[in-house]
């Protein structure tokens, strides 16, 4: 198995492009307005509020690990 590797650079690239194609595609005047709300605040909402949920699942464990750590 030979896979190819993608460098951090192209992968940051590649998702700048994403965000921008979808930023133009959502933000274009001829986008129906069900459209426009399903995209950002269905799928767009939905996704930040998990990442959210996640970012706050860890920070109880780190601060709770660094207390532990410092006082020790």
Do not use: C, H, Q, Y
């Not at 767009?44 to 020790?72: D, R, T």
């Amino acid at each position: 198995m030979n896979k190819a590797k993608i460098s951090l650079n192209s992968k940051i690239i590649i998702a700048l492009a994403a965000g921008l194609l979808v930023g133009m595609v959502v933000g274009d005047t001829r986008v129906s307005d069900f459209m426009k709300e399903f995209i950002v605040f269905g799928v767009f909402n939905v996704i930040g509020n998990i990442f959210l949920n996640m970012l706050s699942m860890i920070v109880l464990p780190v601060v709770l690990v660094s207390l532990i750590s410092g006082i020790a």
